[in-house]
């Protein structure tokens, strides 16, 4: 039997849902936005047609100078004239740089609202945090001592910081969550929730639709640690249920050496549908593998975390083909003033070595996401009122930069894209065309969302009594 080295966890997937047609009444709301903001899809602005506010996309960004007029609320990481947030991401450690698209889209987001004069006046100082893959309960200790609030963090093991910063009564908007007991904890709010008891299987869905015969001979690889042994039961379990038949159920090495036999097992088993949950790089070594075994099934596939450049990069033309499901708006159609294209040219501007990811967008909507509940507590901090700030915003797109959402009742999307590596670069696959969409590009639908029956899931951190 092959012994698994266990040193590292891959990212958690981020499935979006799938579907036809979004009921009208929210499709008619949907275009209405849309048309409203159409006159403002030009470059960012500062004096935007609303009034003191910047546009992202269709969404006023609440960064301002303010009337000035600030006091020194006596909180930690806040004074009249500054707040000071952390970032929490594992950067060193066991797989250097695996959440630098945090630290660079929180870095872009810093910028761009500092450019516009700060929250309400007062400007943001950033503090990075390196959770080095297995000290997030360190990295969330320090957060505890040293800032307001953390706000696009992305933690691997974030299930043992949570309940850290719960003890100290600090509220996060992490870009992403790897586990329950940080997902569904108190004080925490996402741009793009993730229930955890419930699956997005929309491409799931897609594929079983267009290729039903493929589907009933499904392989899926993935690591039998916390999150991915999470990820790989809420795949299985929906898939099934959407028609899928496993002929291999295979744990994989984090660092896996033996792709080869893998795929010659796969394939001598008439694989035509191969999933696998684990991070780019290990998706790459699949897909290279593929190559030299001259093999590759009707369909592989992936979830949000290997719709990224370095999927291509490393993989090269062994990539070509590959499905990846996206809950972020395309890369590959930002246009001047649309969303997307902002968080592009920010993220440029702050490091020429920044590369996109459909995690870091996630993590500039969270840094949006904040701007939007403190600007509404004016003067008045308080820990308490941001929380309450945050589960008062109950629409959530990011000014059209992904899915839409409700962070403050938390609850996911019914809508998802996928896209394809043709030609050496993704291209958008379903739906085929913008308009096609039903919200902003997107396919909605409500059966998109599955409730997971045998799942049992870990409760989130709670607050000390």
């Known amino acids: 039997m092959r012994r698994l080295v266990l040193t590292m966890a891959a990212f958690a997937l981020f499935s979006a849902a799938c579907g036809s047609k979004v009921d009208e009444e929210v499709r008619g709301e949907a275009v209405e936005r849309e048309n409203a903001n159409e006159s403002q899809a030009g470059a960012l602005d500062a004096t935007a047609a609303a009034g003191e506010f910047p546009m992202v996309g269709t969404h006023e960004l609440k960064c301002s100078p303010g009337d000035g007029d600030n006091t020194d609320p006596g909180i930690q990481g806040v004074t009249a004239d500054t707040i000071t947030i952390g970032v929490m991401a594992d950067i060193t450690g066991p797989k250097p740089g695996l959440g630098q698209p945090q630290w660079d889209a929180m870095d872009a987001f810093v910028a761009l609202c500092n450019e516009h004069g700060g929250i309400n006046g007062r400007q943001l100082e950033l503090v990075k945090i390196d959770s080095a893959l297995f000290d997030s309960a360190g990295a969330a200790a320090q957060a505890c001592e040293s800032v307001f609030v953390t706000v696009g963090d992305g933690v691997v093991f974030d299930n043992e910081s949570a309940q850290v910063q719960l003890d100290c009564q600090q509220v996060s908007i992490p870009g992403w969550s790897a586990n329950p007991e940080k997902s569904r904890a108190e004080y925490t709010y996402f741009p793009m929730p993730n229930t955890v008891t419930e699956w997005m299987y929309g491409g799931a869905r897609y594929h079983a639709g267009t290729n039903p015969e493929a589907v009933k001979k499904a392989a899926i690889f993935y690591i039998p640690l916390g999150t991915t042994q999470l990820n790989h039961d809420q795949v299985v379990e929906a898939n099934e249920s959407a028609g899928f038949e496993y002929i291999s159920d295979r744990a994989i090495n984090v660092v896996e050496t033996e792709w080869s036999s893998l795929i010659q097992e796969i394939r001598d088993k008439g694989a035509e549908y191969v999933y696998v949950v684990a ?187």
């Open 279 to 465: 991070d780019v790089a290990a998706t790459a070594q699949m897909l290279n593998a593929m190559a030299e075994e001259g093999w590759k099934p009707e369909i592989v596939d992936g979830g949000q975390q290997i719709y990224d450049p370095d999927l291509i990069e490393i993989a090269g033309d062994a990539a070509e083909g590959t499905f990846a499901v996206s809950t972020t708006f395309p890369f590959e159609e930002a246009t001047e003033g649309n969303a997307i294209q902002v968080y592009l040219d920010y993220i440029a501007e702050v490091s020429e070595d920044a590369k996109p990811s459909a995690l870091g967008v996630q993590a500039f909507s969270a840094g949006m996401l904040f701007a939007e509940a403190m600007h509404a507590l004016g003067d008045e901090i308080t820990m308490d009122g941001l929380a309450e700030a945050l589960e008062n915003i109950t629409e959530w797109d990011g000014g059209g930069m992904h899915v839409p959402t409700n962070p403050g009742g938390f609850e996911g999307s019914e809508c998802f894209m996928i896209m394809r590596v043709e030609n050496g670069e993704f291209v958008r696959h379903f739906p085929a065309t913008y308009d096609e969409g039903d919200v902003n590009g997107f396919s909605c639908s409500p059966e998109n969302r599955y409730e997971l029956q045998e799942l049992e899931v870990a409760e989130g951190a709670k607050l000390p009594e």
